[in-house]
């Protein structure tokens, strides 16, 4: 079974290749590309995650803002609001 026992709505590859962010219908799943195991739960709440071009942060659809995650720590770094009329 694994840890994809739900759909996979996005993901994006983060870290330098290293590590798989996926948004499943359970939640967020991080997964260790080079080893084949998922990690810790991850930290980011939103959905549609997009990585960085280098591969460091990851920024997420966090209900009325966008949020940027560090990929490496997980940590948020700052969320930004959608302008006024946007969804």
């Known amino acids: 079974q694994g840890p994809f026992q ?3 709505t996005s993901h994006a ?4 290749g290293r590590l798989l962010t996926c948004t ?3 939640g ?3 997964w260790d590309v080079g080893a084949g195991r998922p990690l810790p739960t991850p930290k980011y709440t939103g959905k549609s995650p997009a990585s960085s071009p280098d591969g460091r942060r990851l920024a997420t659809h966090e209900g009325r803002a966008v949020g940027f995650w560090n990929f490496d720590t997980g ?3 700052r969320q930004v609001p959608f302008p006024h009329g946007f969804q």
């Open 24 to 26: 499943t219908t359970a």
């Open 6 to 8: 739900h759909s996979i």
């Open 28 to 30: 967020p799943v991080l």
């Open 13 to 16: 590859l983060g870290t330098r």
């Open 75 to 77: 940590e948020l770094d």
